[in-house]
């Protein structure tokens, strides 16, 4: 038999703008959540971050979390586990990486019952490292997720009858290839299942073997208008009528193949060759060839320092408001690749609150000039990088 997984991870940052969730929901979450909920069949595995579960409940899109309340309660989808809101997984102290876990879990549970019961992690971005590997497998989960183009750099072709496992975990590798296929060339579902099968029929000869698809959910329908039907329903309907394909969620697949101890390297999702070579893992959140990421990361681990002093002090708004300020987007919008200074700002203005509230109520005026002084650095580098733009250097 061979087997497709499919991964889908929906999720907006604390700072999204009200309308821009509601254009998300209309566009993309409703369509989802009827293929979820559909007579075909459906069998997906679903991250969904408690940043947006929190952001939905805000608006009142309540018929968005009971939709997949339902598909969960039927079976069609399983969740998964991650930072409730989205944060860098190797980059924060493990002590933050714990609390966002449980706090994804605890959120996510109250909302959605029983039925989240996530047994993997999904962590943000697919940023991995062997020590949240061990982390995972510390507080109990069998399985985590990351991308194969890391893995075959180092150890050639992926596997496709057995899991790596490392740090006491079953690691998933998803296909970086079909993946970004599928997110960026438009697929009918028929096709795809075609091709999928001649491809896994090459490749595994007669033996049981699977391929791991995993993407942004907010692909279909939102970037890609109507894609949930062309491609998702279409690959529903074209799994009927046939007999060699089976689709499951990836706590299904972790059940019918063995794990094997590998070596599997700290990496993301958005790591390319070149990257690796260089030895810059997380190339959109903290590159080492990036002087706004290294100022954007001086000043988070300075309020991650000043917070957790408030914190230990009894100052749970100061808990709260740190738990969002270390969202991912802020420093994946200084990238090379995705820059934007306003969104930059806009994280950077949410460590400012963090510390502001963490410096007035311990007191410490002079953590409080420290990080305005880092801050200050940030925007000086931010101005170097529009200059240089400007000037085409």
């Excluded at 009827?34 to 939905?56: A, G, K, M, V």
């Excluded at 690749?337 to 109520?361: I, M």
């Amino acid at each position: 038999m061979k087997y497709i997984s499919i991964l889908l991870h929906i999720y907006q940052p604390p700072t999204q703008l009200g309308f821009v969730i509601d254009d998300i929901a209309r566009e993309c979450y409703e369509p989802l959540i009827d293929i979820f909920n559909c007579e075909l069949e459906p069998r997906f595995t679903l991250n969904i971050n408690y940043s947006l579960t929190e952001l939905l409940i805000q608006r009142g899109l309540n018929n968005i979390t009971s939709g997949l309340r339902q598909a969960a309660d039927a079976g069609h989808i399983e969740f998964v586990d991650s930072g409730a809101y989205h944060p860098i997984f190797p980059l924060i102290p493990t002590a933050e990486v714990k609390r966002q876990l449980r706090l994804n879990r605890e959120g996510n549970r109250a909302v959605y019952g029983p039925a989240y019961a996530p047994k993997g992690v999904f962590p943000p971005e697919m940023c991995f490292s062997g020590h949240v590997a061990s982390l995972f497998h510390e507080m109990g989960y069998q399985w985590c997720i990351t991308d194969d183009l890391p893995y075959s750099y180092y150890n050639g072709t992926p596997p496709y009858d057995f899991v790596p496992k490392m740090g006491g975990v079953g690691v998933f590798l998803r296909s970086n290839a079909w993946s970004n296929d599928i997110s960026f060339h438009g697929w009918k579902g028929r096709d795809f299942l075609n091709s999928a099968k001649e491809r896994m029929n090459s490749w595994f000869n007669d033996r049981d073997g699977y391929i791991i698809i995993a993407m942004d959910g907010e692909t279909f329908g939102h970037h890609h208008k109507y894609y949930e039907e062309k491609f998702l329903r279409g690959l529903l309907f074209a799994l009927r009528d046939e007999p060699d394909v089976k689709l499951i969620t990836l706590s299904e697949l972790f059940t019918r193949f063995p794990m094997r101890d590998q070596f599997v390297p700290p990496s993301t999702w958005s790591a390319s060759v070149k990257d690796l070579s260089d030895d810059d893992p997380y190339p959109l959140w903290h590159s080492k060839f990036n002087q706004i990421h290294h100022n954007q990361w001086v000043l988070t681990n300075h309020v991650l320092t000043i917070a957790g002093r408030a914190v230990a002090s009894g100052d749970e708004e100061c808990r709260k408001l740190l738990d969002k300020a270390i969202y991912s987007c802020q420093y994946w919008w200084a990238s090379a690749w995705n820059f934007d200074p306003s969104q930059v700002y806009r994280g950077s203005y949410l460590l400012l609150d963090t510390l502001e509230r963490a410096c007035a109520s311990l007191p410490d005026r002079d953590a409080l000039r420290i990080g305005r002084d880092l801050y200050n650095n940030l925007v000086y580098s931010i101005s170097e990088r529009l200059q240089a733009n400007r000037s085409g250097t």
